[in-house]
């Protein structure tokens, strides 16, 4: 179509009217097309977290009933009082945040500090070590968890243990304790590590280098420069790391149901939810029992009651800072 | 030479601290990721056996891995069942994680909630919740359907055999469409990827095609295409390995029983380093593949 003149610069008015003419096709079938689809995505995406809410509010009576789609005739919390329990929910609720959060600082500060020396210095074998960082990501956590299993029962680094075992007789354990997820967060190669030296390195090469000239000629060292220039430049980045990283241990399941052996975080304990409730549906223990009154409802509606329980910390935290993380992944530029 | 005896230039200064920055890094990939990745391939050629002052490995040569490849028919349908599963999700999702981040980086009211909506499921999509309410929603659904999947399009595929589809075309259909709620809640990475990627395009590119007349179907395929590319393979490989890796792909699922019931250590290591191969080689092919039109910025 008109391959001819194709090259031939359009005459403002021609320029005019093709623009109107794309407009407008844009303008009508487009939007509806663009809408539908859209909201019809919104149904898929939110289509699980509302059933499984409108279950977690069913009693007995209503889950048996099929005149019920979406909102229940008999309000009921019975269920996630019930589930409460099992969970035993502060406990958890509290040890998981202490992980989740903990960590989260920690691999903060070390992977901003580890990707900011690879965005803004030059040094032998950067790209090597680079390659080296990425490399920890690639590697799946199945091939490790049985030797870092016997590093924590044994553990021992640079000497360490050794040392303590003179004192003690016995190498440090560091099973059952949250110094397994610590640990590891502390030196850079925690959960997803690699990915968040990744990200913080991205951003820091954004940031341009006149912001260190400037400091350094008023006198500031390379350390005062990264904490007092650097950190606070790079806050969309530090809010996406955070939150990556505190979803990420929150949902945790693999290291945390090998580490911790009693049911310490919460979400391991969903995958052994089914048999839990069933087992205290049948069970003869008063204690038990009373957790299952007239109202509660189907043993599918208290494990989703369990899982929205689960998932309601992340989903407000997300409510509150994808303000800061919308923007900041794409200022991030989280890809090269 | 003589001259700079003892004193560093300043460029040696700064590569110092270039270094005394990954220091901590260092440490924890050295102790924390390569010891115990070397104990772990050590452990695939040996048999382990705890003591009360740590554990002892005796070389045993391949057996593991024979072990494992002869005997284990369940490890070996789950491997190829992920492999296929794998290569017919990996376009459908590609394509459709970046029609939708081309959709969602357009300007419109309410662009901010629709970004956010699509990565929510990033949030909550990772690990076990996800799992567990899908089992159940599907447990709960009508029959009782044991297929795991949300959606059931039992009308659509009625519609396609009356009408004389083939059967192969009538499955694939119908299989992707009760997928499609996987599909896309496993896209919010892959989204979160192009759109990033799209927004780094620079609007002269489009600016400068405005003005020489282009249509939006050349502008699509000489701007856009050649510049995401790099991206489009980051979000194959990511894609690659996240399958592989999800929580509820059954070989994961024989590796973590193999961890969990009886700590059956040399075991579950083979198991997931055979894995790992797999994944490697698929990744290498994609890299062969797709290095001819993979096109980067600062390529002389």
């Given at each position: 179509m008109m391959k001819s003149n194709f090259f031939r610069p359009l005459r403002a008015k021609e320029r005019d009217i093709r623009a109107v003419v794309r407009f407008k096709a844009s303008s009508t079938g487009w939007k509806i097309f663009r809408l539908f689809l859209l909201l019809s995505l919104c149904y898929v995406v939110f289509f699980p977290i509302m059933f499984m809410l409108s279950n977690a509010l069913r009693s007995g009576l209503d889950a048996v009933d099929p005149t019920i789609i979406w909102i229940p005739k008999h309000y009921t919390m019975q269920n996630f009082i019930t589930v409460f329990a099992l969970l035993d929910y502060p406990r958890s609720f509290v040890s998981t945040v202490t992980i989740s959060i903990g960590s989260a600082l920690l691999q903060i500060a070390v992977s901003a500090m580890t990707g900011y020396g690879f965005a803004k210095y030059k040094f032998r074998f950067r790209g090597v070590l680079f390659a080296l960082v990425l490399f920890t990501v690639v590697i799946p956590q199945q091939i490790l968890v049985m030797s870092l299993y016997l590093k924590f029962k044994f553990f021992d680094m640079a000497g360490f243990g050794y040392l303590y075992s003179l004192i003690t007789g016995q190498m440090p354990n560091l099973l059952d304790n949250p110094l397994v997820f610590f640990v590891p967060s502390m030196f850079g190669v925690g959960l997803k590590g690699g990915l968040f030296i990744y990200i913080f390195r991205q951003f820091f090469r954004g940031l341009p280098n006149e912001l260190m000239s400037a400091a350094k000629i008023d006198g500031c060292g390379h350390f005062g420069i990264f904490i007092k220039i650097m950190l606070p430049n790079a806050v969309p980045a530090i809010v996406s790391v955070f939150l990556f990283s505190v979803v990420w241990h929150w949902s945790e399941i693999f290291y945390s149901s090998v580490f911790l052996s009693t049911n310490q975080m919460l979400s391991p304990q969903l995958s052994s939810l089914r048999v839990q409730v069933f087992r205290a549906m049948t069970s003869n223990t008063a204690s038990l029992m009373s957790l299952f009154t007239s109202e509660s409802g189907s043993i599918e509606s208290v494990i989703q009651a369990g899982v929205f329980l689960v998932i309601l910390p992340v989903l407000l935290l997300y409510l509150v800072t994808q303000k800061f993380f919308v923007q900041g992944v794409e200022r991030t530029g989280l890809v090269e | 030479m003589k001259l700079r005896r003892g004193k560093l230039t300043l460029e040696e200064r700064e590569a110092c601290y270039g270094y005394l920055f990954l220091v901590p890094w260092a440490l924890g990939f050295v102790f924390l990721f390569l010891g115990p990745l070397v104990t772990a391939i050590r452990m695939t050629f040996s048999k382990v056996a705890i003591t009360n002052k740590g554990f002892s490995m005796d070389f045993v040569g391949l057996t593991n891995y024979i072990n494992i490849l002869t005997k284990e028919s369940d490890?070996?349908?789950?491997?190829?069942?992920?492999?296929?599963?794998?290569?017919?999700?990996?376009?459908?999702?590609?394509?459709?994680?970046?029609?939708?981040?081309?959709?969602?980086?357009?300007?419109?009211?309410?662009?901010?909630?629709?970004?956010?909506?699509?990565?929510?499921?990033?949030?909550?999509?990772?690990?076990?919740?996800?799992?567990?309410?899908?089992?159940?929603?599907?447990?709960?659904?009508?029959?009782?359907?044991?297929?795991?999947?949300?959606?059931?399009?039992?009308?659509?595929?009625?519609?396609?055999?009356?009408?004389?589809?083939?059967?192969?075309?009538?499955?694939?259909?119908?299989?992707?469409?009760?997928?499609?709620?996987?599909?896309?809640?496993?896209?919010?990475?892959?989204?979160?990827?192009?759109?990033?990627?799209?927004?780094?395009?620079?609007?002269?590119?489009?600016?400068?095609?405005?003005?020489?007349?282009?249509?939006?179907?050349?502008?699509?395929?000489?701007?856009?295409?050649?510049?995401?590319?790099?991206i489009t393979l980051t979000v194959l490989f990511y894609t690659v390995v996240d399958s592989f890796l999800d929580f509820s792909n059954y070989v994961m699922k024989l590796i973590y029983w193999a961890q969990g019931q009886n700590l059956q250590f040399e075991r579950s290591t083979t198991m997931a380093t055979i894995y790992f191969i797999v994944i490697f080689v698929i990744c290498g092919i994609l890299l062969a593949a797709a290095s001819r039109w993979v096109f980067y910025h600062d390529e002389k």
């Open positions: - | 490890f070996y349908k789950g491997l190829t069942n992920s492999v296929f599963t794998l290569l017919y999700q990996l376009p459908i999702i590609t394509i459709f994680s970046f029609f939708i981040a081309v959709v969602i980086n357009q300007k419109f009211r309410g662009r901010y909630f629709m970004r956010m909506v699509f990565f929510l499921p990033v949030i909550v999509a990772s690990g076990a919740a996800i799992d567990v309410l899908k089992s159940s929603i599907a447990a709960q659904q009508l029959g009782g359907s044991s297929s795991g999947t949300i959606y059931n399009s039992i009308a659509l595929t009625q519609i396609m055999i009356e009408s004389g589809f083939p059967n192969e075309m009538v499955s694939f259909v119908s299989r992707t469409v009760n997928q499609s709620f996987d599909l896309i809640w496993k896209c919010g990475i892959q989204i979160l990827l192009f759109l990033a990627g799209l927004q780094s395009i620079a609007p002269q590119y489009y600016e400068a095609a405005d003005v020489e007349g282009a249509t939006g179907w050349e502008k699509f395929w000489k701007i856009t295409f050649p510049l995401i590319s790099p």
